[in-house]
């Protein structure tokens, strides 16, 4: 089963003589159910990725596909949409709202989605349980430690239990004991709810930890290897 794939795919910046593909005629497909991580020094277009998978950006030429769809199909008002319904995102810098308590921000996504508050409700309760922070379910991002914020950050991406979540470099701002929590944390929240997980990561322990790896060059794909067999899907 595949989760997402790109056909392709190429991502030009800038105009005319000045322009550089970030990816270039770039093709791979994402296993479902994995954790795969996107690998390749800085400026080798792993953000660019995440971006199109996310919907968050649009390929120049080329097809991204991500749960069936096709993404480069859909208006602006559609896919923002299928964004909210089928993905979410987790980020370096935990990108949690400041004004919003650890609770609110969870709701957050489900809230957009509608539905009975108090389904609501038990679902962030669940969540925030399952990743740790419970306890600090009241307390704004500011008073909370990095860890405790990827934590929520983590629970606000799986809470409409997405399809697809993207995470970028999402160790990076962790010390490396934070980060080997967080990272068994993402697998767990992986395999638990059948999700696939696409990262990028310069992380030698995340690498390590990942299903398939993606090397990616220059904005060029350079190989894809699996380390792991696939499960049988749930
Ligand atoms: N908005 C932009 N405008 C122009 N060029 C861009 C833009 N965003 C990215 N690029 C260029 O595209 C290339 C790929 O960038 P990208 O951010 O995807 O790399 P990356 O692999 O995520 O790097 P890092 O590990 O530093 O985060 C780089 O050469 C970068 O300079
Ligand atoms: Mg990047």
């Known amino acids: ?47 660019t990725m995440l971006n199109l998978f996310g919907g968050i950006d649009r390929a120049t030429s080329g097809r991204v596909i991500v749960a069936g769809q096709a993404l ?90 997405p399809a697809l979540v993207l995470a970028d470099e999402p160790t990076a701002n962790l010390d490396s004991a934070t980060g080997t929590a967080i990272i068994s944390l993402m697998r767990t929240m992986q395999r638990e709810r059948a999700t696939s997980f696409i990262f990028s990561s310069h992380d030698p322990q995340l690498v390590a930890s990942a299903d398939d790896v993606v090397d990616i060059r220059d904005g060029r794909l350079v190989s894809v290897e699996r380390m792991t067999e696939s499960e049988v899907p749930q």
Request: charged share 20%.
């Open 72 to 161: 480069d199909s859909l208006q602006d008002r559609t896919l923002s949409d299928f964004r909210a319904r089928h993905i979410g995102f987790v980020f370096q810098s935990f990108n949690l709202i400041p004004v919003l308590s650890a609770y609110e921000n969870v709701e957050y996504p489900l809230a957009l989605l509608g539905g009975p508050k108090a389904k609501r409700r038990a679902d962030v309760l669940a969540l925030l349980d399952a990743v740790g922070v419970a306890q600090h379910a009241h307390r704004l991002p500011g008073e909370l430690s990095g860890g405790q914020q990827q934590r929520v950050a983590i629970a606000r991406a799986l809470v409409t239990r």
């Open 1 to 47: 089963m595949i989760a997402a794939s790109l056909h392709n795919v190429t991502r030009m910046y800038g105009a005319g003589a000045a322009a550089v593909p970030a990816l270039c005629d770039v093709s791979v497909e994402i296993g479902a159910n994995r954790f795969t991580v996107l690998r390749g020094p800085s400026g080798s277009g792993k953000t």
